[in-house]
């Protein structure tokens, strides 16, 4: 069964931190590039981050600086950490597994998770 989790999701205020996990089942996430991205209501789900297989990472302009993903050293799992907290930051924040970062964000993705909510309100 191929499948990727999303955890660490919830409440925070403005200017705290939240750590979401994703976490895959049936696979190892070492071999694949792993994007993170997010979806609030009524926008579209935009591309918030990416980390290569060989550990190059992206952001987009909105979160440089204040986001940072990461790979669990032996957990098979993605962080994304997440500080300095915005309410714009609120949405539902979804794990990709994709063939590499190197293009448009939802490009190459093969398989989505279903995604954790955070919200960001004081």
């Known amino acids: 069964q191929l499948q990727l989790v999303e955890s660490g999701g919830g409440l925070v205020r403005p200017g705290g931190s939240l750590r979401l996990s994703c976490a895959a089942s049936?696979?190892?996430?070492?071999?694949?590039?792993i994007g993170w991205f997010r979806q609030a209501p009524g926008k579209e789900r935009e591309g918030v981050s990416c980390?290569?297989?060989?550990?190059?990472?992206n952001y987009a302009d909105s979160v440089k600086g204040r986001f940072t993903i990461s790979r669990g050293n032996a957990n098979n799992t993605v962080y994304l950490q997440m500080n300095s907290l915005k309410p714009e930051d609120t949405a539902v924040y979804i794990c990709?597994?994709?063939?590499?970062?190197?293009?448009?964000?939802?490009?190459?993705?093969?398989?989505w998770g279903k995604g954790t909510l955070v919200t960001v309100s004081s």
């Open positions: 990709a597994r994709k063939g590499s970062c190197g293009a448009l964000p939802s490009s190459g993705v093969n398989l």
């Open positions: 049936g696979f190892t996430l070492d071999y694949y590039a």
């Open positions: 980390i290569s297989r060989y550990g190059g990472t």
